[in-house]
């Protein structure tokens, strides 16, 4: 059995995960990207790290105001560039009132998405929530980058093997030759007692 990913312990969800790295390439006309299909690996996130971050991310208000800081600090800063140069600099009175937008977006988008995941929370049942918090706690601990090639997780479960082609290219933001990739390998993997807890 595999051992938690993060603290070594056994038992938790195990999860089977396709690597998909991408390598951004700007010029001034449009974004393109070159995409490949990396391997398939197996994680296990155990229970207690599951607990933790759902903890974490629905109860901990300091975990909640720490997030709010930055929106916070842009806000005063904003207030306060504003008042100072109201009537002698324009061009800082702009930018001071610029921060207090960004900041005000800023904390009501927080405030919408953290509401947001919580009634999603609150609508699954404990074996599910587990599972959901295992998996976005496993996004949390897996690198988000190799080099200049940002990397996206793709699990392998039954909502993955339940989407078509276009649904895959969609949803992970592929491209066409690398979901018709992806939906092969999802189909002809294993995934037995992937994504369910095994304690
Ligand atoms: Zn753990």
Known sequence: MKKCIQYGKSGGVLF?????RTLHIRDFT?????QNIGCTR??????ACA?????RILNNKYA????CIIFNVMLLAGIVMTSLFFYTDGALRLLGEAAIVCGVLG???LYRETRCRHKTYEMLNE???LKKAAWEYLLTVLPGKNNEM????IPVNEETQSLKNGDLMILYHLLPEIAVKVYMRIHCINKKNVGEPMV
Do not use: A, G, H, P
């Open 107 to 109: 904390l009501f988008s």
């Open 51 to 55: 607990r933790n971050y759902l903890d």
């Open 30 to 34: 449009e974004e393109k990207f070159i």
């Open 16 to 20: 089977r995960v396709i690597e998909i």
């Open 150 to 153: 940002d990397i996206t997780y």
């Open 127 to 129: 074996k599910k929530r």
């Open 42 to 47: 197996d994680y296990t996130v155990c229970l």
């Open 64 to 67: 909640i105001y720490q997030q």
